[in-house]
């Protein structure tokens, strides 16, 4: 068994398996989701094969919980300095928030892996509420753009806000899903079918929104700069929303169709990730820009002041002219 193999949905929980289950907040959690990494690894201590088979399915799980907290760690450096510089900036606050709901999660990831560390169901919890938080701020910051690029629409503002206030009800089905471990995939959710396809009618609407929004104006620069239109989308950073969307947009539809199964539920972290990472690449590369185009121009100023007469300097000048009227004569006569 591997990381990517064949997961079949009918036989991972037995049938009734909720009559026996611990229930916390009303919700039943089931035995596999309460075991840590180790934990799950020494049940199976009898059999070395499934032994070697859950290794090998966790550590590949930890090495991506890894490079994920570095990219959080990251992020979370670089938007809290732009937040700290910027305390006015929205966007900023907006990638420190999703940066840090990242960490939150790829730590308490983590920590599964350690001696007497959390259950799997910790981890799965800690991301259901994370991925709710990054699709709210990726909104806000996409909805923000827009509004901005479209003169300040009040329609795409308010539709953009509605859009985004099914988000956590992503979170209450993550969390009323049982988490499990599994040979194959290690920690992983048990979600219900339709929960790919509640994500895709929360996350499309707004996306398409989104979509046409900067269509519009991926078209109006072109109108207006012919060829030269995609540095100018470069500079006011409509590339790096679009990319944005696209992500969400390919993400989305994946785990919708499962393209690896149950195992397509780590498009949704795949997604998270990278959206943190073209927030902040966007944040970070346009405040130097709008400072450089909002800098005073020094050399014009002291130009300028330097035209502008005092009152002593105007009658010094009265008083001593400048320029004096010379009568220059053609043919200047000798004198003898």
Known sequence: MTFWGHIDRHNLLEEGWERNATY??????????????????????????????????????????????????????????????????????????????????????????????????????????????????????????????????????????????PQPL??????????IMAPVGGCILYYPPYL??????????????????????VYRQYRRFGSSAWEHLMRNGIQTMCLVVFSNIFCTFAGAFELFQMLSEFFFIFDWSITSILLVHHCTTMRPQTAEQHRPRTINILHDLLQIKTAVTARIEAAFPRTTTLNVVANPTPVS
């Open 24 to 165: 916390q907040w009303g919700i039943p959690l089931h035995p596999l989701g309460e075991l840590n990494a180790l934990d799950y690894i020494m049940q199976a201590k009898d059999d070395l094969l499934e032994m070697r088979a859950r290794n090998a399915a966790l550590c590949l799980q930890s090495v991506t919980s890894v490079i994920n907290t570095c990219l959080f760690s990251r992020n979370f450096y670089l938007s809290a300095r732009m937040a700290y510089q910027h305390p006015r900036v929205l966007a900023g606050w907006c990638c420190l928030v999703q940066a840090a709901a990242g960490i939150a999660f790829t730590l308490c990831s983590l920590s599964v892996f350690a001696i007497h560390g959390p259950p799997c169901r910790y981890a799965l919890w800690f991301a259901g509420f994370g991925m709710a938080t990054s699709a709210i701020c990726v909104g806000t910051v996409l909805l923000q753009k827009a509004y901005l690029v479209h003169n300040r629409s009040k329609w795409l503002l308010a539709t953009g806000i509605i859009l985004l206030l």
């Open 170 to 179: 992503l979170t209450y089905m993550i969390w009323s899903s049982p988490g």
């Open 196 to 217: 790919p396809w509640v994500k895709l009618a929360m996350d499309l609407p707004i996306n398409i929104v989104f979509s046409v929004a900067f269509i519009m104006v």
